[in-house]
């Protein structure tokens, strides 16, 4: 059972850039799949990059080579730097894990842990 707790969302202007963290607590954290999703007022919930055991990676199109997701697994800290951002990157921020590793994408369902969101503002 891995407990999230997200940190480090804000307001920033256009062009600039974030770095969220995640904080696990949970002796398999290492073993997840570990994702971040986000979302937006009236639009749906969206995938934005995960991670795997392995250290494999995945993203969005929309975030492809602007945000880049990666663990520490001595710390127990998962982040997500963003950079170069856009007001359409403007959500809530949710970390997110589940234990099936070798099942490793974006689907939303897929997800057992959740964290309770750090706010990203672009304006």
């Known amino acids: 059972h891995v407990q999230l707790v997200e940190s480090g969302g804000g307001l920033v202007q256009p062009g600039e850039s974030l770095r969220l963290s995640c904080a696990a607590s949970?002796?398999?954290?290492?073993?997840?799949?570990m994702g971040w999703f986000r979302h937006a007022p009236g639009k749906e919930h969206e995938g934005v990059a995960r991670?795997?055991?392995?250290?494999?990676?995945g993203y969005t199109d929309s975030v492809k080579g602007r945000f880049t997701i990666s663990k520490d697994n001595a710390e127990n800290t998962l982040y997500l730097q963003m950079n170069n951002l856009k007001p359409e990157d403007t959500a809530m921020y949710y970390c997110a894990a589940h234990p099936r590793n070798n099942d490793c994408s974006l689907r939303a369902i897929d997800f057992t842990e959740w964290g309770q969101g750090t706010q990203v503002t672009v304006s």
């Open positions: 949970g002796s398999t954290y290492s073993s997840y799949c």
């Open positions: 991670i795997d055991s392995d250290g494999s990676t």
